[in-house]
């Protein structure tokens, strides 16, 4: 066994490491927030709540890949790669192609102000940055067979402790929405919030905010999108089919088999509100439904 004994000559590393070289690993492994200027705040969806504090948003995260303790997912993020990254497209579609996320990140952005339900029943309300899901979408031109589009997350073992211990998870983090859902004006992919890039617990460099369904809906660190004809599986519902369905509308009157919906609580006072039909996105999103939809 090796017993390393500290020298009183030795300082620790953080020490000796000057700020300059700190922040310029950061940019290299692309953790550095970098200001996302200009985007301008969409008013077509106004908030009817102060927006959350960023610290409660980047320190209170779902993101199993690293922790299921929300508290802890910003510590484990630091060895976590943002670059170089790549977002393949694919499936049932015209123009199959791999977008890197640095010309992902120059189309045109703007801030949208969203309420974030979680099934938990957590709530937030963030200024993400980002462009309509569908600008994406569009690019790769998806045949008139194309019904569902699919979202992956990465799955990276030795850089995303949680994927190690929970083994039974069906790993790559893997999600999906209705081709009509995902084409929809509100469905949105993120690249930025508070005006800065992604946080990596927050789901960069690409994650999605879907506002009308539960925060599960919305895959973070995305890497493949793909179009299918049938309606695909899906993380959470493969692990727990009565607790999570695909739809995952959000609905007061729909309680999950362990808890009401009733209320959502809002972080970080935990400040409870009669939870909205559709997240308060009924005007937009209520005409796509039927009423069969679980
Ligand atoms: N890849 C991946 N995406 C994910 C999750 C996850 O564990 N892994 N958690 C989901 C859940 S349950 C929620 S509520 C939101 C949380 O996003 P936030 O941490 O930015 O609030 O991310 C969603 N996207
Ligand atoms: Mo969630």
């Not at 309509?132 to 979408?137: K, N």
């Not at 009509?180 to 905010?209: I, S």
């Not at 009733?262 to 009423?291: D, F, H, S």
Request: some cysteine; charged content about 20%.
């Amino acid at each position: 066994m090796l017993i390393e004994i500290t020298q009183d000559w030795q300082i620790p590393e953080r020490e000796a490491t000057p700020e300059a070289a700190y922040f310029s690993r950061r940019s290299l492994l692309g953790l550095a927030a970098l200001p996302l200027a200009g985007a301008p705040r969409n008013a077509a969806y106004p908030i009817d709540r102060p927006l959350t504090e960023e610290w409660a948003v980047t320190s209170y995260n779902n993101y199993y890949e690293f922790s299921s303790n929300k508290q802890k997912v910003k510590d484990l993020v630091g060895g976590f790669k943002l670059r170089p990254w790549a977002v393949e497209i694919g499936g049932l579609c015209d123009k199959p192609q791999t977008l890197s996320i640095d010309d992902i990140l120059k189309f045109p952005a703007e801030e949208r102000t969203y309420r974030h339900r979680c099934v938990e029943a957590w709530s937030m309300a963030v200024p993400w940055i980002g462009f309509a899901l569908s600008d994406l979408l569009k690019r790769a031109e998806p045949k008139p067979a194309a019904k569902f589009v699919r979202f992956i997350s990465v799955n990276r073992p030795s850089e995303m402790p949680g994927i190690n211990t929970s083994g039974g998870f069906p790993w790559p983090y893997h999600e999906a929405l209705r081709m009509d859902e995902a084409m929809h004006p509100l469905a949105f992919a993120v690249t930025g919030m508070y005006g800065k890039t992604l946080p990596a617990q927050n789901g960069a460099p690409l994650r999605l905010a879907i506002p009308w369904k539960y925060g599960f809906k919305g895959a973070k660190a995305i890497v493949k999108i793909e179009f299918v004809a049938s309606q695909p599986a899906t993380s959470w519902n493969t692990a727990a089919p009565r607790e999570y369905g695909f739809y995952a509308n959000v609905n007061p009157k729909t309680p999950h088999p362990r808890w009401s919906q009733a209320v959502e609580q809002i972080i970080p006072t935990m400040g409870r509100r009669p939870t909205l039909l559709y997240n308060g996105y009924e005007k937009w999103v209520a005409g796509m439904y039927n009423g069969s939809e679980a």
